[in-house]
């Protein structure tokens, strides 16, 4: 059964009003725009805090969170602003844009569970039932492909959603949505360490605290032009979206209550592949002697969980051929590989697309790992090799449904170099992370570990059966290296 939770308060977190601007409005970029009707991201942070008590989380934690939630939007005004989806479609259709106008704020909720040995149980190194976790995260927006929408008005969609949930003398939970088009991993993993910093600080009973100082150094860019959008995709891809929703609403191939039923149906476990298997993983992707392009730790641990996943389909049940096609996409942060490079504080999205491709016999064979090593590593060669290959056949991302096996398609969210440990409210490290969308969009997460060794933690949501096919492969794998 889910987590059952007692609100105990709702709040409308605001920034302060002296020291923000009244209004800002940020177009959405092509990059922006590729998520335009994504599903919310959800992530999830458990804190062990024993002898934790209700009044004590009512009179001086919730405070110091919505304190220091504040004082951190005024320098991430769009957080607390909305989405903008004008109405209407025709050749030259107004555009969506993130828009904040003062008075906007961010819905919190402060809840309770009080089922016993519910934290030890969520936080549990075991596989777990998705339902459970997601009482716990907000639900921020339905995705229009799931919700009848008024297509005569503007749809105003919350970008940012938090809750905050007490485990009586266990710990707390802070779950995060957030919609997609106002930022990517990185801009969200620099907002969430920013509002952790200063929380901190709060809980040290600091006289002054000021996000200022915080981010001083590295305050967010807004900057929009720093996109550069020569083709015009942003509005090609505003309309095809259109395009896709029309698809989806009237295909006989998708179901949206199959679709939600993941929830109930999924377990969720969290694997963690140790900087000494990694090392040995690279050593063994070098295929006959012959080192790969871009041997990285994310091409190593991306090729043995799609290979583990992949081998796993047969003893799960699942039908499988020889020439069944497997797919494997992620999204690469380029920042760094732009012409001219923008900032890492950039805000928004700033990721390409890369996709490779292979067939079930080929990924299951003696040498399936060092096969995918090596589809892997040349997919993010070809694509970061240059400020020209960046962005190559950006205007075919979005052509609309294919007859791609969507079922054989494994994606990924987040990336190891983002370490939700370290966000430490003032009550210590957490004690586990969840991604909990993945529970629906049917990816695998990566994150940095608990240790901060270099180890990688690896999020899988998906059916028990198959779970328990994958875990024995991905242990005896490991165990063979």
Partial sequence: MASTVTVLKQSSVSP????????????????????????????????EIPNLSTAHFIDHIIPKLETSLSITLQNYLPLAGNLIIPSGSGSNPRMPEIRYLQGDSVSVTFSECNEVDCFSHLTADVARNCREFHSLVPELFKTVLMDEVDSSSDRVIPVLGIQATLFPDSGISIGISNHHSVGDARTIFQFMKTWANLSFQLHGDRDSVSAKSIVSENPPIFDRN??????????????????????????????????????????????????????????????????????????????????????????????????????????????????????????????????????????????????????????????????????????????????????????????????????????????????VSIDLTGAISLSGSRESDGSVEVGISIPKPKMEAFSTIFREGLEAL
């Fill in 16 to 47: 302060p009003p002296s020291s923000s601007p009244t209004e800002m409005s940020l177009p959405l970029t092509f990059l922006d725009m590729i998520w335009l009707h994504f599903l919310p991201i959800q992530r999830l942070m458990f804190y």
């Fill in 226 to 435: 720093l996109i550069h959008d020569s083709k015009g995709l942003a509005s090609v891809f505003f309309q095809r979206w259109n395009g896709i929703i029309e698809f989806v609403k009237t295909s006989n191939s998708f179901s949206v209550d199959d679709f939600l039923n993941k929830i109930n149906v999924n377990v969720r476990k969290t694997f963690v592949i140790t900087r000494k298997d990694i090392e040995k993983l690279k050593s063994l992707a070098i295929k006959n002697g012959e080192r790969l392009l871009h041997l990285s730790s994310f091409t190593v641990v991306c090729a043995y969980v799609w290979t583990c996943l992949v081998k796993s389909r047969a003893p799960s049940g699942e039908d499988v051929s020889e020439q069944d096609p497997e797919l494997f996409s992620f999204y690469a942060d380029c920042r760094g590989r732009m012409n001219p490079r923008l900032p890492e504080t950039y805000f928004g999205n700033c990721l390409t697309h890369c996709l490779t491709t292979s067939e079930y016999g080929k990924l299951v064979g003696e040498e399936g790992f060092q096969t995918a090593g090596e589809l892997i590593g040349k997919t993010i060669h070809g694509r970061l090799k240059s400020s020209e290959t960046i962005f190559s056949g950006a205007e075919k991302w979005m052509e609309g449904p294919t007859s791609a096996n969507l079922g054989r398609d494994v994606g990924v969210a987040g990336s190891p170099k983002f370490s939700y440990y370290s966000m430490d409210f003032g009550w210590g490290k957490p004690k586990s992370f969840e991604f």
